[in-house]
Structure formats: structure tokens, C-alpha cells
């Protein structure tokens, strides 16, 4: 799976690229069919460390930093979105343990998202409240030392079978932003109840779905982030969400250029190969062109995110682009096949859902062109 920037020497990626092109590229129809996350695939991802790359070596992690994860994603999302979607969100949740949690509330469960033994997801959406985070009702109520937690999720990465749960919930009610706090919630105890996955038209090895939290009880240490903060601290780890999102939408183009630059050279009409028929060719070339400065856009972004600057306007703007980009390019790419494109072993069916879900998560892209307009306004 040839993809330009991840054609490396580096040992790790070397291991990805492998990954993505001998078990998830091959696999994801199967999933997709089946409508499941794709568990053995992520078994052998945590095999790999992918799980661990941003835990710190504290933790058994690899202690990397976030340039890794962005090229990471990049390459699996070429075989498959909602794949690399289930793992990052894991990985994330361990990172996030490992960073941010008290000691005892970590080790009970980093080692368990590390080895891919457990999957984690991150709770902020609810049916009634999606883009206006600050209207979530999930709520949580003083408990003795601890807190009571009541409410609903919905259109959670992972929620089909994570256990491993990142919650922000509101405190006091009608409080917006600055009553909300963040708790750790383990799907094992009581008061937890899972909802069947979400059938959608596709994508569903993200495991999209919700669940329920009736009475369910979180200690005192299981508060990662008090009101105040949770807000905030969601705001700031979705620069991050944003940048490897949009890297997630380059891989997908990358990966569909990639197999129709092959088929041009092969597929025959009017006596050549379709590769000599300037109409056709210029198509791909204008792919090229636009994946080249969607990459630029991403490598930005992600340099900020590494150096701790500020990268909200960068983030928002490679977001809104490559997402952009892949919902418009995948259609013509896949009109280059002629037919072919259709057959389900290739993957611009699945690669188009994919990028349509990028248009929702972590910010819409009407909620991006916000966060631009508001950080280019003159002063
Ligand atoms: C596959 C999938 C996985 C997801 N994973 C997660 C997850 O792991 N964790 C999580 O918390 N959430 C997750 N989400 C939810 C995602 O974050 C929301 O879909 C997103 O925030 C948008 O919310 P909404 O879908 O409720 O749309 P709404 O907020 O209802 O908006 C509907 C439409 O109106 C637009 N709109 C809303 N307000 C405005 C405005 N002020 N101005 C202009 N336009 C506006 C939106 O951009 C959108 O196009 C996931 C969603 C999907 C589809």
C-alpha cells in the first residue's frame, strides 16, 4: 500500500504498512458485511504497539510523539476509516489514563488498552446534543465521596463493545460549558447499559452506538477533569482529533489514486491504455495536485500539535480541506475505474463513508468554518 509520505526506512511504519495491506485491506469487506469492529485486526495492531504510542514509556508505552500517530493513521486509514477510527480511539483513552489520571485509576486499566484486551471510547455526544457540546444532560450528581452518573450516549466511536469509557458530563443543569466535568466509567459494573450498535449505510467497524448510565457510580478519583476544566480540556485534545482526521482523509485518496493510476495502465479503450487518453489522465493529476497540499496542510497542523503551539486555526483548516478534498475526489477517482470501481475488494465505497463520517467528527465542517471565521476575524 504505496502512499508517498509513508514510504519510509522507519522500522514501525514498515510493520503499519504491512498491517494495513495484508490483514486490514483484506479483511475490512468482511467486517463491513458482518457490521462489527474489526477485534483481530486491532489485536494485532496492539501487537504492534500501535495502542501504546503515545503512552509514556512510564506506562509501557513507546512514548512517541503525535507526528507518529498522524503518519500512523494516514496509512491504516488507506485500508480501512472506521479500522483506524477504533484504534485511535483506544489509543487515545490509554494515552489519555496514562496522562491525566490518578495512579490507581491507571493502572487498572492501561495495560488492559494497551495489549487490545479492552477497547476505550470517549463520550461526548448524546442524541439531543451533538455539535452543542455545552447542551449534553448526561448528569452528575454528589454521591457521598463520589458521584452518581444518569443519563444517555449516542453516536460513540466504539460504543458497540468498548468497556473503557472517557464521559463528560454535566453537573449542575443548565450550567453549559462550565458545569461540565469528565469521569472514567468502567462498562463492567452496574449501571452501565449498553445499546445495540448503530445500523447505518456503512462504516461500521467504528462500532458506532450508545449506551445508558442508570445510577452508575464513579469514586471520587474517577473525576479526570473537575467542572471547570472538562470543558477545556476536550477543546484542547481536539486539535489533535482534527489533524489525524484530516491525515485519515488523505490516506483514503491517496490509496484510491493509487489503484486507479495501476488500472489506467492496465484497462485498454479505443486501442491504449486509459492512462494515454488526456481526459482521463488530467483527472488523476488533479487529484495528485490536491492531495499534495492536503498533505502540506496536515504536516502543519501536525507540527503545531507536536511543539504545544497553538493550532486551533491550523487544525480547523486542514480538517475542513482534506475532508473536502476526499468527498470530492473519491467520487471522480472511482469514476476513473468505470465499473471495476464498484467491485467491494476496492475500497471507494467504504473510503466515501469514511470520509463522510470525517465530515462530522470532531467538528462539523459548519462548525469548523465557525472556529476559522472566529480566528480570522480582524481585531
Ligand atoms: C460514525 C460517527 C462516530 C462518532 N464518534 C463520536 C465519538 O467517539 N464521541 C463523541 O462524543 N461523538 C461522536 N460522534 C458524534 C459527532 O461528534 C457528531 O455527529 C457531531 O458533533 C455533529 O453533531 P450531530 O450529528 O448531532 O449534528 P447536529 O449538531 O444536530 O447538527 C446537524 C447539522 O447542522 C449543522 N449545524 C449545527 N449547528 C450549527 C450552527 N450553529 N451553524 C451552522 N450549522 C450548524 C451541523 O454542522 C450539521 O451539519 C460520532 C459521529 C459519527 C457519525
Redesign the pocket.
Known amino acids: 500500500m504505496h502512499t508517498s509520505i509513508t514510504a519510509s526506512d522507519d522500522p514501525l511504519l514498515v510493520q503499519v504498512e504491512r498491517l494495513a495491506r495484508e490483514v486490514v485491506a483484506p479483511a475490512a469487506p468482511r467486517w463491513e458485511h458482518e457490521r462489527r469492529i474489526g477485534r483481530e485486526g486491532l489485536l494485532e495492531a496492539a501487537a504492534l504497539g500501535l495502542t501504546a504510542l503515545q503512552v509514556p514509556t512510564a506506562w509501557g508505552g513507546l512514548g512517541l510523539g503525535f507526528g507518529v500517530k498522524v503518519r500512523v493513521a494516514e496509512i491504516l486509514a488507506a485500508a480501512d476509516f472506521g479500522f483506524t477510527?477504533s484504534w485511535i480511539?483506544t489509543h487515545n483513552v490509554a494515552a489519555k489514563l496514562a496522562r491525566d489520571a490518578p495512579a490507581e485509576v491507571a493502572r487498572a486499566y492501561v495495560a488492559d488498552l494497551v495489549a487490545g484486551r479492552r477497547l476505550g471510547?470517549?463520550?461526548?455526544?448524546e442524541a439531543g446534543?451533538?455539535?452543542?457540546f455545552g447542551a449534553i444532560r448526561t448528569l452528575a450528581t454528589r454521591d457521598g465521596d463520589g458521584w452518581r452518573l444518569d443519563g444517555a450516549?449516542a453516536?460513540?466511536?466504539?460504543a458497540a463493545e468498548a468497556d473503557v469509557i472517557v464521559l463528560y458530563a454535566q453537573t449542575e443543569a443548565g450550567a453549559g460549558g462550565r458545569g461540565i466535568a469528565c469521569f472514567l466509567v468502567d462498562g463492567r459494573r452496574p449501571g452501565f447499559v449498553r445499546e445495540p450498535a448503530f445500523a447505518?449505510s456503512g462504516?461500521h467497524t467504528?462500532g458506532?452506538g450508545g449506551f445508558r448510565l442508570e445510577g452508575y457510580k464513579a469514586n471520587a478519583a474517577e473525576m479526570l477533569h473537575p467542572p471547570g476544566q472538562a470543558f477545556k480540556a476536550a477543546l484542547v485534545s481536539i486539535n489533535g482529533a482534527r489533524t489525524y482526521i484530516a491525515a485519515m482523509c488523505n490516506g483514503m485518496v491517496g490509496e484510491a489514486l493509487r489503484i486507479a493510476q495501476a488500472y489506467g495502465e492496465s484497462r485498454r479503450s479505443f486501442g491504449k491504455p486509459l492512462a494515454e487518453h488526456q481526459g482521463w489522465r488530467w483527472r488523476l493529476a488533479e487529484a495528485s495536485a490536491e492531495l499534495a497540499g492536503s498533505r502540506l496542510l496536515v504536516a502543519h497542523a501536525a507540527a503545531l500539535v507536536e511543539s504545544g503551539a497553538d493550532a486551533q486555526l491550523a487544525a480547523a483548516q486542514a480538517k475542513l480541506m482534506c475532508t473536502r478534498m476526499a468527498e470530492r475526489q473519491l467520487p471522480l477517482l472511482a469514476q476513473a475505474m468505470g465499473a471495476e470501481g464498484l467491485r467491494e475488494h476496492h475500497p471507494f465505497g467504504r473510503h466515501l463513508a469514511g470520509a463522510r463520517?470525517a465530515s462530522?467528527?470532531?467538528?462539523?465542517?459548519?462548525?469548523l468554518l465557525?472556529r476559522i471565521a472566529a480566528l480570522t476575524r480582524p481585531r
Open positions: 477510527m480511539n471510547c470517549t463520550a461526548l455526544s446534543a451533538g455539535s452543542d450516549k453516536w460513540i466511536t466504539n447505518l462504516q467504528i458506532t463520517v462530522f467528527v470532531d467538528g462539523s465542517s459548519e462548525m465557525e
